[in-house]
């Protein structure tokens, strides 16, 4: 037996020359799914097919093309989990925190902006923390919906649940929205002839994109190291450089994205603040309690006077598990892959046997740059501050889908 993959699947593709029918990426898919053939486009299978029989549908080619067409402007939107785990593709140690030359190389590729995709998640935590508290007052509870392999999921074994989910984009849809807009508007660009390339550690957002206009392409943590080694850029030797600014400053709640967890901590943060006007005790910053690897977390949450009982699963198949519970909770945060998107179908192939080593090194080195990061509330992010003043509370710019548009 083997997992399903039908031509039309926009995340991943099978090599059938390389596939000796061994059934290790079913097995993977009922470990971490369980829902039979019905992919929902996590991309787990391609981390544990022993062959490379499985891969991310790759179009990385398409996105050197328009980089090299002097038409287009085109724009990367790098992803949090990207930068701890891109070094692993060329030798650098575990975890390794690589902003700087990540930024670098995608400039010597050749992408006229490089974005920093954690300015999207401080959009989405300011959207979705505001979603809490009003739910709060409703006594309703909030389901996290950054992944899309999770909303796929939730729209196929229990459609009449969808109103739980956070209705905010995701962050990769926040930038590219902010790109085609803000951006545009204030370079004076033609959108049409604007380029949104995402740099994603999931291949389950190029299933996602499909109901996004803004983002045109998603490339993989992998699919960058091949443009690299295609295009010869020496990653190793690539010297930093930052991020382009309109939309390039992020805090480090918006970092912690990457791990299972951070969207739940990120936002507590700023929903605590909204509630009370005041900064979030010192806890709110390292809360232990939804860190981690397990496939399941709870706590409760002290909001000065307002008790929040809160859970953080990963994997959909424990969803199963506890689903007749999430209910009670006030807020759940799910994410498809093991340790969140540090640990997405996306990443670097690894030993399995080394693969949560690798995903805990992940995880510690967003946390560690959040720790050291003097911004640590999308709240106070002043960009983020600027651009609702300036631009998106009067052009009212759309942050949030249409329940026809959940991928399905």
């Known amino acids: 037996m083997r997992v399903v993959v039908k031509e039309d699947n926009a995340s991943l593709a ?23 053939d019905n992919c929902i486009n996590c991309g787990q299978c391609i981390l544990t097919c022993p062959t490379g029989a499985l891969v991310p549908k790759y179009v990385y080619q398409k ?66 923390a505001s979603e809490l508290v009003s739910r709060l007052a409703k006594k309703q509870t909030l389901f996290t919906s950054c992944c899309p392999a999770w909303v796929s999921f939730m729209a196929l074994k229990h459609p009449e649940d969808l109103d739980y989910l956070s209705t905010s984009k995701s962050p990769i849809a926040m930038l590219g929205a902010m790109v085609k807009t803000y ?67 992020g805090s480090g709640a918006g970092l912690i994205f990457g791990s299972s967890g951070g969207v739940m901590e990120a936002t507590l943060r700023t929903a605590y603040y909204m509630l009370n006007k005041e900064k979030a005790p010192d806890k709110f910053y390292e809360l232990a309690e939804v860190r981690g690897q397990a496939d399941f977390k709870e706590t409760i949450v002290d909001m000065k006077g307002q008790k929040l009982k809160v859970a953080v699963l990963n994997k ?37 046997s080394q693969a949560a080593l690798y995903q805990a090194k992940r995880q510690q080195s967003l946390y560690a740059s959040d720790k050291e990061n003097k911004l640590k509330e999308s709240y106070a992010n002043k960009d983020l501050q600027v651009a609702y003043s300036t631009y998106i509370n009067k052009n009212k710019v759309n942050l949030h889908r249409e329940k026809e548009k959940i991928p399905r």
């Open 183 to 249: 951006f545009a508007d204030f370079n004076n660009l033609n959108k049409e002839k604007i380029i949104t390339v995402a740099l994603a550690p999931c291949v389950a957002k190029k299933y996602e994109m499909k109901f996004n206009d803004d983002v045109d392409f998603v490339i993989t943590t992998r699919e960058l190291a091949m443009m690299m080694r295609e295009c010869g850029i020496d990653f190793p030797n690539c010297i930093d450089q930052e991020f382009d600014k309109l939309l390039g400053t």
């Open 316 to 352: 959909v198949a424990n969803v199963e598990k506890y689903y007749s519970q999430l209910k009670n909770y006030d807020f759940v945060e799910v994410m498809s892959c093991p340790t969140g998107c540090v640990g997405g179908g996306g990443q670097p192939l690894v030993a399995s």
């Open 63 to 128: 996105v050197l093309n328009y980089i090299n067409d002097t038409d287009y402007t085109v724009v990367v939107l790098t992803s949090p989990a990207v930068r701890v785990a891109i070094g692993d593709e060329f030798g650098f140690e575990a975890g390794a925190f690589l902003e700087g030359k990540m930024v670098g190389a995608l400039k010597k590729l050749g992408f006229d902006y490089v974005f920093d995709t954690t300015f999207g998640a401080d959009l989405t935590v300011m959207e979705e």
């Open 14 to 36: 099978r090599i059938e020359e390389k596939c000796i029918n061994c059934g290790v990426c079913q097995k993977t898919c009922l470990e971490n799914n369980n829902i039979g």
